[in-house]
């Protein structure tokens, strides 16, 4: 009964999480699109609270803040999107229509339109289905043992192919082109290329290095330089920009054509907290930030020490999800189930259990604690309850 009555009365007094039975989470796994994303900083979410104030025409917005992430990135042009995965969507959109609005109006009714969109066999990824949203056909150049020069130049079809796809992180994969030279044969035969680079924006000053390399077309996503989790943007040449522009969620109402984009809409709280939180990444002590995880890692580190059996290593997990030396955001605690009697699970579950719930990465009978989308002075939270959890 005590139980109970603690429960309802949470319900009624708690967040707004616990009013709808959603227990708060303290993220410990980093940026990640199921956890809602990143920590918004207070500038952030102080601009977003003001564009709250006064409604705004929505295209002339996304246009000066698509000049303005031009000008911060280094690119002609840029327009924001609802993430990376829409971004995909639209820049495939854009290129089967080329701004032919009963095209557009069609999709993903590709009949008549070079639908193909070809993509090296070393990068197959999950991502791609998002071209398939717009319609595309995928067709994949070369074989188990990779793509060749003169596989890629007979994959690329100018009579059939509209985009040529590139997967930013998958740049040197092996029995891959790389993207300076894969996007040189696709510019020869008119075909552009378009880059998914979603998390590929450290240090921001290389965020450009694509469209140099080539590339006409690269997608980011905002929650990685700390924006909102539905926020992200396209940057490049300016004519396929305004091509994307074209089949935005814009105008659907008011215009001459039923837009594809329609269902990648965006508010304008979004629009700007993508932007704000670029400025404010580019005008980040990046060093700064990073000390401030390796600080945030050794108070979690206090919660383990002097526990038998449990060693706690200061880490870097990356966007690959494997653990390296350096730079410091997370720690991972290791179990020697000789010397400490419980498993990595039940500490695992233990962290899970309470409210807030503390959730970690459970890999390989071992704990990743990462800090990087942690609210400002959660890692003493944490520390406490990984101590409880390890108590014997």
């Known amino acids: 009964m005590k ?6 009365e949470r319900a009624t007094t708690g967040t707004v999480y616990d009013r709808l039975g959603t227990p708060p989470v303290i993220n410990g796994k980093g940026v990640y699109t199921d956890l809602g994303g990143a920590y918004l900083s207070p500038t952030v979410w102080a601009a977003m609270t003001e564009s709250n104030q006064h409604s705004v025409e929505m295209v002339a917005l996304l246009e000066a803040s698509g000049r303005r992430i ?19 969507a639209l820049s495939t959109a854009a290129c089967l229509t080329r701004g ?12 008549g339109l070079k639908a193909d969109v070809v993509i090296q066999e070393a990068h197959r990824y999950k991502y791609l289905r998002m071209a398939w949203y717009a319609g595309a056909r995928i067709r994949y150049a070369g074989d188990g ?5 003169g596989q890629l130049e007979a994959a690329l079809d100018p009579d059939t192919v509209s985009m040529f796809f590139f997967v930013g992180h998958l740049d040197g994969a092996r029995g891959s082109l790389p993207l ?16 998914d680079a979603a998390y590929l924006n450290y240090p921001p000053s290389t965020m450009r290095r694509f469209t140099d390399a080539g590339a006409e077309m690269v997608c980011f996503s905002a929650k990685y330089w700390y924006g909102p989790n539905g926020g992200g943007f396209i940057g490049g040449h300016r004519d396929l920009v ?56 050794e108070v979690i580190a206090e919660g383990v020490w002097g526990v038998p059996g449990v060693t706690a290593e200061p880490k870097f997990f ?24 419980r498993s990595a699970a039940d500490v695992h579950q233990s962290l899970r259990e309470g409210n807030p719930r503390v959730v970690v990465h459970l ?10 989308a942690m609210a400002p002075g959660a890692e003493h939270f944490v520390a406490e309850r990984l101590r409880k959890a390890v108590e014997i």
């Not at 139980?3 to 309802?8: N, V």
Request: glycine share 8%; charged share 25%; aromatic share 8%.
């Open 3 to 8: 139980t109970r009555a603690a429960q309802e």
């Open 70 to 88: 031009a000008e911060l990135v280094g690119l002609e042009a840029a327009w924001i999107v609802p993430g990376a995965s829409a971004a995909i």
């Open 100 to 111: 032919d609005g009963a095209a557009i109006e069609r999709l993903p009714d590709t009949t």
């Open 145 to 149: 043992g990779g793509t060749t020069r």
């Open 180 to 195: 300076q030279v894969a996007a040189a044969i696709a510019r020869s035969r008119g075909i552009p290329t378009f880059v």
């Open 242 to 297: 305004q091509l994307i522009s074209q089949v935005d969620f814009t105008r659907f109402e008011s215009g001459p054509v039923l837009r594809f984009g329609r269902a990648f809409k965006l508010d304008r709280f979004t629009l700007i907290g993508t932007l704000v939180a670029l400025e404010e990444w580019f005008s980040m002590d990046h060093q700064a930030r990073w000390a401030g995880y390796a600080r945030a890692v």
């Open 318 to 341: 990356t966007m690959e999800e494997t653990l390296e030396k350096k730079p410091v955001n997370c720690l991972h605690v290791t179990f020697d189930s000789k010397k400490f009697p």
């Open 363 to 372: 890999v390989d009978g071992s704990l990743i604690i990462a800090v990087d």
